[in-house]
């Protein structure tokens, strides 16, 4: 890596493909970072030959983007770290072409005070990896009860405010957090599940009837988007639902947004590259949370990707180690390991031609960004270094057991994609290589 | 004593017409292979009414019952099964709770595993359980019912006491009536009744109802006595106490009222319908006694004694294979 680790120093990024969402650039050219910012960026720069005391990568024409944002994603650390840590998640998101990630409350204690917010922003600092943000829980030990104290978590980094899996059920308490969070500008997250329908392990229809197991209707999700819009209506909150994964929670939102509603939405590739029928015969890996739905549902939420109508994409890393996922499956732990595969996956609606390249890469960087109010996301002077370097076409099949990632749960084995970081940039730092990118570019 | 030598089934690769290592389920076997069971389960009812009952077929192996929920009666049938096949038969009660989870699952299997048994038979609250389990062990499993998804034996003797009857299951119409969104008996006999072309109706209240259950092979039914109109079985389910009040029904009284088989709505069904129970039956909750015992119509307690020969024959067919291999061995 050389000079270009080199924080302080000025490293140019030759012969790339600059892509950024936010201005709509695609066009090969080069990128200079200085320190911990771009300072230039443009298909000229540099056509004369770069400058002595600058170092140069030739990215080879390779794809150049802002740093992957991934918006949800659990960390496992403080209290689970035999499943993951911030160490380990952050060296798979940086494999994974993630700058910057957002973890979950649902920790052991769990983050519902500022000592815990400050815990896990100096362990990210410790890595000194990818930028690690952190969610407040909506309510004192996410038990749905008491709101926590919104505007000291914000003032102490706090990006957001979630109760992580569980739904904030109890309406006077969501329409409360929702009312308070805006005097602080606090977008509040919500596992959009009804808790009392959502009791079953597997989406409800023809296969969990065949199965055995407990389903949980797609109205589940449908009934809390919905009751939660009625809430962002009356109290002006700030709302972002989570993990969506059915068409009617879809429609809803998409009528909100069209309402003006401050709504916003994220999904998880699972939700739009697997469905109920990826459960097979009582396949763990494949119990998550919201569960895999039925076709049309993943029809859907992969048009909603490509529309628009999802803001993000994001992993919903959830590291689980063997013993917690080799259970009879109404008990499993529900989540996949995807801070590896999320670029990937996403590119699939790229190479499936349902969304263009820039488009795909909005809902993995401005879009997350804007959400949680991040600098990130951007390629723009001035802007944090945070870059991702990717082949968008180089084929492979994901294999679990190769995961940088302490807990290898994935339902992805063997599957077939296209697309792979080949850098990540932090703050200027290049935190991860592929093997044999990146040589020095010859001296002109 | 082999009835099944003479069923000639030359498309399946294992000489018995069985091609499976376990019994997980009826899901998956063709009509072969349960017509296979079937014949072999004959030759053992005819066995058990014999004077002697016992045969050494299985004589050196080890059938261990591993059940991580109580059961009486189909425990006990399928030990009198391997008992009387001359097997050494071992009980396992295993307490299953939410807190020790599948540790206990696994490391059972794991543990009784290292003990070397030939047949394991399990029974599991969790669906999908046994199949794990099977895929951890080196023997045989049969599964004696999961959670709700599959309770094969019971289906099989169900079809055998049918068969015994009726000569055929082909064409006949079944109502299966009551809690089918728990059940792993429906399950298992919708798949079986359906693969051997009986017509099966599923009668229950909504809230009973497993969502596309039609995707199965079953017909719809909310109203009994339409469900039963020229019905030639009337196959009753046992209602959990813990469903009956106000949680899926609003009370026992409401449910029998409805679903309880009793002469009235009986008489909507072919007039020599038969009428069976897996058992335990809950009398007045989801069966009148009257019915339950009416020994021209009931078929209740023949369907217990062909319990011990469906599971004789499982066991049989599941350690061919084995014995075979043991004799080669031991004559070599």
């Known amino acids: ?35 911990a910012r771009i300072a230039d960026l443009g298909p000229r720069l540099f056509n004369g030959g770069v400058p002595e005391g600058i170092a140069a990568i030739d990215c080879a024409g390779a794809c150049l983007s802002p740093g992957l944002v991934d918006m949800r994603v659990q960390l496992r650390e403080p209290g689970e770290e035999h499943k993951e840590t911030i160490k380990t998640a952050g060296l798979a998101a940086a494999r994974g072409g993630i700058a910057a990630m957002a973890a979950l409350p649902n920790t052991e204690p769990v983050v519902d005070d500022v000592a815990g917010v400050e815990y896990i922003a ?169 569960p895999l739905r039925a076709e049309a549902d993943r029809e859907a939420v992969a048009e909603a990707v490509a529309d628009g109508t999802i803001d993000a994409v994001a992993s919903d890393h959830s590291p689980h180690d063997q013993e917690s996922k080799r259970l009879p499956f109404a008990i499993a732990a529900p989540g996949i390991a995807g801070l590896e595969t999320l670029l990937p996956l996403t590119l699939a609606l790229v190479h499936g031609k349902r969304m263009s390249l820039l488009d795909a890469l909005a809902r993995l960087t401005r879009g997350p960004a804007d959400i949680l109010k991040l600098d990130a996301g951007r390629l723009a002077k001035g802007a944090p270094a945070d870059l991702t370097i990717f082949d968008p076409d180089l084929a492979w099949r994901i294999d679990p057991d190769k995961f940088l990632s302490k807990s290898k749960n994935s339902p992805f084995e063997d599957y077939p994609v296209r697309g792979q970081a080949l850098a990540t940039v932090v703050d200027g730092r290049m935190i991860y290589r592929a093997e044999g990118f990146g040589g020095a570019a010859g001296a002109k | 004593m082999s009835p099944s030598s ?87 009660s295993v307490a299953w709770s939410a807190i020790k989870k599948g540790e206990t699952l696994i490391d059972t299997a794991m543990t009784l595993n290292a003990m070397h048994p030939d047949v394991l038979v399990v029974r599991h609250p969790d669906s999908g359980a046994v199949k794990l389990l099977s895929e951890k062990v080196n023997c045989a499993v049969i599964n004696a019912g999961d959670g709700s998804h599959e309770h094969p034996t019971q289906a099989l003797l169900d079809a055998l006491t049918i068969r ?169």
């Open chain 1, 1 to 35: 890596m050389g000079a270009a680790s080199n924080g302080n120093g000025r490293t140019a990024y030759l012969n790339a493909r600059l892509l950024d969402p936010a201005s709509g650039l695609d066009a090969t050219g080069a990128l200079l970072a200085e320190g």
């Open chain 1, 122 to 290: 100096r362990r990210a600092r410790e890595a000194k990896l990818v930028k690690v943000y952190t969610y407040g829980a909506v309510t004192r030990g996410m038990e749905g009860k008491e709101i926590t104290e919104i505007g000291l978590l914000a003032e102490f980094g706090a990006r957001a405010f979630t109760d992580g899996l569980k739904a904030v059920a109890d309406s006077q308490v969501m329409r409360r957090a929702l009312s308070y969070a805006r005097a602080h500008d606090q977008v509040i997250v919500q596992h959009p599940e009804d808790p009392s329908l959502a009791d079953g392990v597997m989406n409800e229809g023809g296969a969990a009837t065949r199965l055995g197991l407990a389903g949980i209707p797609a109205a589940a999700e449908a009934i809390m988007v919905e009751r939660d819009l009625r809430l962002v209506e009356l109290t002006g909150g700030r709302y972002h639902a989570a993990h969506v994964s059915t068409a009617a929670a879809l429609k809803a939102i998409h009528g909100a947004k069209a309402r003006g509603l401050r709504v916003t939405c994220d999904t998880a590739p699972h939700y739009f590259a697997l469905s109920e029928a990826d459960v097979g015969d009582y396949r763990s890996f494949a119990k998550v949370s919201p």
């Open chain 2, 6 to 92: 003479s069923t000639p089934f030359s498309s399946v690769p294992s000489p018995l017409g069985y091609g499976h290592r376990h019994l997980l389920g009826i899901e998956g076997l063709t009509a072969d292979e349960i017509g296979v069971l079937l014949d072999l389960s004959e030759g053992y009812v005819a066995l058990s009414r014999s004077q002697s009952k016992k045969t050494a077929l299985m004589r050196g192996l080890t059938v261990i019952n591993l059940f991580f929920e109580t059961s009486t009666r189909t425990r006990t049938s399928f030990e009198l099964a391997g008992k009387r096949l001359g097997a050494d038969v071992i009980n396992m």
């Open chain 2, 164 to 332: 015994r009857r009726r000569g055929s299951l082909a064409g006949l119409v079944v109502a299966i009536c009551g809690d089918i969104l728990h059940s792993r008996v429906a399950r298992s006999n919708i798949h079986l009744l359906t693969a051997l072309g009986a017509k099966v109706r599923a009668v229950a209240p909504p809230t009973l109802m497993p969502t596309e259950i039609e995707s199965l092979g079953a017909e719809v039914f909310f109203d009994m006595r339409r469900a039963l109109e020229g019905c030639d079985i009337v196959m009753m389910l046992r209602l959990q106490t813990e469903r009956m009040h106000g949680s899926y029904v609003p009370s026992t009284r409401e449910y029998f009222h409805f679903y309880g088989l009793d002469r009235d709505k009986l008489a909507a069904a072919k007039p020599d319908a038969l009428i069976m129970h897996p058992g335990p039956m809950n009398r007045g909750v989801e069966i009148d006694s009257e019915v339950a015992d009416d020994i021209d119509r009931s078929l209740i307690r023949a369907q217990v004694e062909m319990g011990v020969a469906v599971r004789m024959a499982c066991l049989d067919i599941l350690t061919r294979d084995l014995r075979r291999d043991n004799a080669q061995a031991g004559g070599g």
